[in-house]
């Protein structure tokens, strides 16, 4: 059993964080720092990562209870080899985009179209600075609720979600859970305090090249494991 979790807690952290590094929500959560104070920003990136996580999770535990674990098997092993291919694509045909100003053009479009919202926010950081707000007050602030809702949506559907719900369901639960949020905890820490320094050095090629990698061989390494029907 232990050895079970210790494998999900590994593929989980390496797959997450090929996946996340050089991700739309790892450079959404940069750009936002660069504008709001680094606490609320972390905390609600963080907090929606690990709400995913912990669903992705779920759902993956309980597809082998739906329909049998051998056809869960086969379908985690498809969904890895067809990630590994869609990530190597991309190393190979979309080269190093910039996806960090698409991010930004995005986001400043956003504020734009909210008019009054970058006085409130404005607001909210004198505030903040002036003097310290409760637990409960930083957690409802608009600028908390933003992060967590770009973040948690900048998710859903992704790749990443899709293959920790393949993940749950071939390996142990508990392992993917931890591993998955260190993961998520590590590239979003990075993106936070890194800023755009660190996020304009990074080269999406080699990320999706290496994660194109990676999946392949849980691909591989799926393929020729023993299932118990």
């Not at 390496?14 to 905390?43: C, N, Q, W, Y």
């Not at 890895?80 to 190093?96: I, K, R, Y």
């Not at 719900?165 to 998955?180: K, M, Q, S, T, Y």
């Amino acid at each position: 059993m232990s050895s079970s979790v210790v494998q999900g807690f590994t593929k989980s952290l390496a797959m997450t964080v090929l996946s996340e590094i050089g991700d739309k929500t790892f450079f959404a959560a940069a750009i936002l720092a660069m504008r709001h104070p680094r606490k609320l920003v972390l905390s609600g990136c963080l907090s929606a990562l690990i709400v995913m996580t912990i669903l992705s999770a779920l759902v993956g535990w309980a597809a082998p209870n739906l329909i049998s674990r051998k056809l869960t098997h086969h379908i985690t092993t498809l969904l890895f080899v067809g990630f590994g291919l869609w990530s190597l694509w991309d190393a190979f045909n979309e080269g190093d985009k910039e996806e960090f100003d698409e991010v930004e053009a995005e986001l400043d479009a956003d504020v734009k179209a909210k008019t009054g919202e970058g006085k409130e926010i404005k607001q909210g950081e004198d505030e903040a600075k002036k003097h310290r707000r409760s637990m409960l007050t930083q957690f409802f602030s608009p600028i908390f609720l933003k992060a967590f809702s770009i973040t948690f949506f900048g998710e859903w559907g992704d790749k990443s979600q899709l293959a920790t719900i393949g993940l749950a369901a071939d390996e142990n639960p508990f392992g993917v859970v931890i591993g998955g949020i260190i993961g998520q905890a590590l590239c979003t820490t990075a993106a936070v305090l890194g800023g755009k320094s660190l996020a304009k050095q990074i080269s999406e090629r080699i990320v999706a090249l290496s994660g194109g990698i990676l999946f392949i061989v849980f691909g591989i390494q799926s393929f020729l494991a023993t299932v118990d029907s």
